[in-house]
């Protein structure tokens, strides 16, 4: 029966598929709730890490304590150098809208280590004044930035989230030495 197909036998065709696909897409489980995008990234403990980068780190390591509800941590890493400068502190979180923010720490030279983790921000106008403490302000075409600088240690909050919420994360801070 070759070359007696019908637009008849191709709509059929057609109608089968069509049926089978939308028995896949009732049947198989799909969210796209809030939720799912929030359940999407998985939050982690970052305490065993922080505890050792405050004991390896030679300055004073930060973390958020009393962080208003909402904000998880994300991602962590301390890692060392055998020289015992430029050791990097990392800590990832997302705020309560979804908001990517990160706390970088280092005794590394500033200005790289801010050109590496700001995905190379500029020094803004104005300063973010926290607690009494002003912060350097950076933007960048993809991240904005508060930066600080002290004798030692360079402390970097970057990330997607607005200035507000990088000052709210910077007000939780406490640095630690154990």
Do not use: C
């Not at 007696?4 to 796209?32: C, E, W």
């Not at 509800?69 to 301390?78: H, I, P, Q």
């Amino acid at each position: 029966m070759r070359g007696k197909q019908t637009v008849r036998d191709m709509i059929l065709s057609m109608a089968v598929i069509g049926a089978l696909v939308a028995g896949i897409y009732v049947f198989i489980p799909h969210n796209d709730s809030r939720t799912a995008e929030v359940n999407a990234v998985k939050t982690v403990d970052y305490r065993v890490e922080l505890a050792t980068a405050r004991r390896a780190a030679p300055y004073p390591v930060a973390a958020p304590k009393g962080l208003p509800e909402g904000w998880r941590a994300t991602s962590v890493s301390y890692k060392a150098t055998k020289d015992g400068k430029g050791g990097a502190w990392h800590l990832g979180l997302l705020d309560p809208e979804q908001e990517y923010a990160a706390l970088e720490q280092s005794d590394a030279p500033a200005k790289k280590f801010i050109q590496d983790v700001t995905l190379g921000a500029e020094k803004a106008a104005g300063k973010q004044v926290v607690g009494g403490t002003k912060w350097d302000r950076y933007k960048g075409e993809k991240y904005r930035a508060l930066v600080r600088e002290q004798e030692g240690v360079t402390t970097v909050l970057t990330g997607t989230a607005p200035y507000g919420r990088l000052a709210e994360l910077a007000a939780s801070l406490e640095a630690k030495k154990e």
